[in-house]
């Protein structure tokens, strides 16, 4: 299977407390992406970060890549407990089948 | 943004039935559709790729047979899932590929078949 790793599956946090998920992936990518699913629902495209970046923040998101370690994390500072979800990094492969191929998520509960 | 609509939301039926999910892009033109199916709390699972006017492009393991794609226009890709068993009972993801290579997706479509 192409599908990228993330750890942890799943993360318990307190409200104002950072959330740090990391991803994994296994081929050349043109960009990561990371996205948030309420449970239940679509997804929403929270950030994404060209190979030719190294750290990408975006409100109180921050994304870091290393593309020698095949690597991503998302940091989400001063938690609420709206973040609450599940959340997926995405690669964009290189080559002629290029295609979005998801990592196996982390559900982050945060609590008041 | 690029909106991407799922129809049904939900959808049960009889085991042995087909249904079809429509998955629209109401304000741009997608010439690329993707549709992926995700259990409960997993992933998003890439079942095929549609292009506009020619044959969908299966995942391995995906049963092109059951599971037809079809994408008739710009802006409408369906997917039928054909003699449907309990073991296809899912959570349904289109999403559709605009300007720059972004990707849009729809809310989704629970499939229950009993």
């Known amino acids: 299977s192409q599908q990228g790793e993330e750890d942890p599956q799943a993360l318990s946090i307190q409200e104002g407390e950072n959330a740090t998920m990391n991803c994994s992936y296994k081929?050349?990518?043109?960009?990561l992406q990371w996205y948030r699913q309420n449970s239940g629902r679509g997804l929403v495209h929270l950030i994404l970060?060209?190979?030719?970046?190294r750290e990408k923040h975006s409100g109180r998101l921050r994304v870091t890549l290393d593309t020698s370690k095949k690597s991503s994390s998302l940091l989400i500072t001063a938690s609420r407990a709206a973040d609450t979800a599940s959340y997926f990094c995405?690669?964009?492969?290189?080559?002629?089948?290029?295609?979005?191929?998801f990592g196996t998520g982390t559900r982050l509960q945060v609590t008041l | 943004g690029a909106v991407v609509s799922q129809h049904p939301s939900w959808v049960i039926c009889k085991s042995g039935t087909s249904v079809k999910i429509e998955c629209r892009s109401l304000?741009?033109?997608?010439?690329?559709m993707f549709w992926y199916r995700q259990f409960p709390k997993q992933s998003l699972m890439l079942m095929a790729t549609?292009?506009?006017?020619?044959?969908?492009?299966?995942e391995q393991g995906v049963e092109k047979d059951k599971f037809l794609i079809n994408h008739a226009s710009l802006t409408l890709s369906t997917l039928t899932v054909t003699s449907a068993h309990p073991e296809d009972s899912s959570f349904y993801i289109c999403?559709?590929?605009?300007?720059?290579?972004?990707?849009?997706f729809g809310p989704g479509t629970r499939l229950t078949v009993l």
């Open positions: 999403s559709a590929r605009g300007g720059q290579g972004r990707q849009f």
């Open positions: 081929t050349s990518i043109n960009n």
């Open positions: 970060i060209r190979s030719n970046e």
């Open positions: 995405a690669s964009w492969n290189t080559g002629t089948a290029s295609k979005l191929t």
């Open positions: 304000d741009f033109q997608a010439t690329t």
């Open positions: 549609s292009n506009e006017g020619s044959k969908a492009t299966y």
